[in-house]
């Protein structure tokens, strides 16, 4: 499939160069500026400039990496002129924006999608690995999200599918995660760095991932009981243990021990081996 990229953001550029390695060849790109052009052409090397115009035409999927006003200007002309073609793909991978902010792209017959990893990215060659086993956002609507899911899978990503109902919450989630969350780590930070405190950051680093951690066990522990009124199975206790979930106790709002094995429950010393292997 040939893929061009339109605007600057560092997200564009990662994303293009990993589905580049996904075997996908990469028809053009619009100008970067700058003080990114240094970095976009080491990370797509031998990528031909070309007019929007003209990247629109050729590519099957075009990755519309920018947002705000530059974005809307962007699909202001493609409506006008009337630049997608039926089954064309066209995503955005800014954090803020609106699937319906596509909407014109979609009434000339394209498939639209939001792609947004889910991590901090800077436009290197260090961001392709970086993307391996992140998560990302796949706003779509139903009958085309198995193609954004697809597009997240080809570049190393997990899909966390968001309905069009749901995207102001992701929007709004994203944006404390990461906004918030910054100007918290360097509260708690700063007056460690200013007594002088060895290892503060790494410190730090480990108690708010204990932190984090803690507070996902607590939500999946009760999302599980809330899914499961009448108890566990052992097999769906062995999965709970897997994704990290504490099992409801004898105390909790859960299911009783009576209905369930014991926990941890009890495993084999060693697994069986299977008859035909020759070992």
Do not use: Y
């Given at each position: 499939?040939?893929?061009?990229?339109?605007?600057?953001?560092?997200?564009?550029?990662?994303?293009?160069?990993?589905?580049?390695?996904?075997?996908?060849?990469?028809?053009?790109?619009?100008?970067?500026?700058?003080?990114?052009?240094?970095?976009?052409?080491?990370?797509?090397?031998?990528?031909?400039?070309?007019?929007?115009?003209?990247?629109?035409?050729?590519?099957?999927?075009?990755?519309?990496?920018?947002?705000?006003?530059?974005?809307?200007?962007?699909?202001?002309?493609?409506?006008?002129?009337?630049?997608?073609?039926?089954?064309?793909?066209?995503?955005?991978?800014?954090?803020?924006?609106?699937?319906?902010?596509?909407?014109?792209?979609?009434?000339?017959?394209?498939?639209?999608?939001?792609?947004?990893p889910l991590l901090p990215l800077t436009?290197?060659?260090?961001?392709?690995?970086?993307?391996?086993?992140?998560?990302?956002?796949?706003?779509?609507?139903?009958?085309?999200?198995?193609?954004?899911?697809?597009?997240?899978?080809?570049?190393?990503?997990?899909?966390?599918?968001?309905?069009?109902?749901?995207e102001a919450a992701f929007n709004d989630s994203v944006a404390l995660a990461t906004g918030q969350t910054h100007q918290f780590v360097q509260e708690a930070l700063t007056p460690l760095l200013d007594a002088g405190v060895d290892f503060a950051p790494q410190a730090l680093q480990s108690l708010l991932h204990a932190t984090i951690d803690g507070i996902i066990r607590q939500h999946a522990t009760e999302q599980h009981t809330a899914e499961h009124p009448d108890g566990f199975s052992a097999s769906e206790l062995l999965d709970m243990e897997g994704l990290g979930v504490e099992p409801p106790g004898p105390n909790s709002n859960g299911p009783s021990t009576e209905q369930t094995t014991t926990w941890p429950p009890e495993r084999p010393t060693q697994l069986p081996r299977d008859p035909e292997d020759p070992a």
């Amino acid at each position: 499939m040939g893929i061009g990229l339109v605007g600057d953001s560092p997200a564009g550029a990662v994303m293009a160069q990993a589905l580049a390695g996904a075997g996908h060849a990469l028809v053009g790109r619009s100008v970067p500026p700058e003080d990114r052009a240094d970095h976009v052409e080491a990370l797509l090397p031998g990528v031909p400039v070309m007019d929007v115009d003209d990247i629109i035409r050729r590519s099957e999927m075009v990755i519309l990496a920018s947002d705000g006003e530059a974005l809307a200007h962007v699909v202001d002309d493609i409506e006008q002129k009337g630049l997608c073609q039926p089954g064309q793909i066209v995503c955005q991978t800014s954090t803020g924006e609106s699937l319906a902010t596509l909407a014109p792209v979609m009434a000339q017959g394209a498939i639209t999608v939001r792609l947004v990893p889910l991590l901090p990215l800077t436009g290197h060659s260090l961001d392709i690995r970086r993307l391996r086993g992140a998560w990302c956002g796949v706003v779509a609507h139903g009958p085309v999200a198995p193609i954004g899911q697809a597009l997240a899978l080809e570049m190393g990503m997990e899909a966390l599918v968001i309905t069009p109902e749901g995207e102001a919450a992701f929007n709004d989630s994203v944006a404390l995660a990461t906004g918030q969350t910054h100007q918290f780590v360097q509260e708690a930070l700063t007056p460690l760095l200013d007594a002088g405190v060895d290892f503060a950051p790494q410190a730090l680093q480990s108690l708010l991932h204990a932190t984090i951690d803690g507070i996902i066990r607590q939500h999946a522990t009760e999302q599980h009981t809330a899914e499961h009124p009448d108890g566990f199975s052992a097999s769906e206790l062995l999965d709970m243990e897997g994704l990290g979930v504490e099992p409801p106790g004898p105390n909790s709002n859960g299911p009783s021990t009576e209905q369930t094995t014991t926990w941890p429950p009890e495993r084999p010393t060693q697994l069986p081996r299977d008859p035909e292997d020759p070992a």
